[in-house]
Nanobody, 124 residues
């Protein structure tokens, strides 16, 4: 089994920063794309940022120049550094990863996994 465990959420004031972490553990052969999504009350879940295994990144327009996604392959961990936070960034943030494993017959299979979510609240 594979687990994604997130940490780093909390309550901050506008303009402040937070750093989210998401560590993958379990039966892992390879981690492909990793990303962060968020879901605000009454809204659909949206992609915030993603990072490929080679390091290329993608951001939704509303967070460009404020958020930075990175990964530490040795630790199977992805990070989201969030600066200049705004009230509209308030949401539950979810980690997402495409993870491959080898079956008992040595066949490679991959699945998408989600973390449990961490609340980020930006309020004065």
């Amino acid at each position: 089994q594979v687990q994604l465990v997130e940490s780093g959420g909390g309550l901050v004031q506008p303009g402040e920063s937070l750093r989210l972490s998401c560590a993958a553990s379990g039966s892992i052969f390879r981690i492909n794309d990793m990303g962060w999504y968020r879901q605000a009350p009454g809204k659909q879940r949206e992609l915030v940022a993603s990072i490929a295994s080679g390091g290329s990144t993608n951001y939704t327009d509303s967070v460009k120049d404020r958020f930075t996604i990175s990964r530490d392959s040795a630790k199977n961990t992805v990070y989201l550094q969030m600066n200049s936070l705004k009230a509209e960034d308030t949401a539950v943030y979810y980690c997402n990863a495409d993870i491959g494993r080898l079956t008992l017959s040595r066949r490679y299979v991959s699945n998408t996994y989600w973390g449990q979510g961490t609340q980020v609240t930006v309020s004065s």
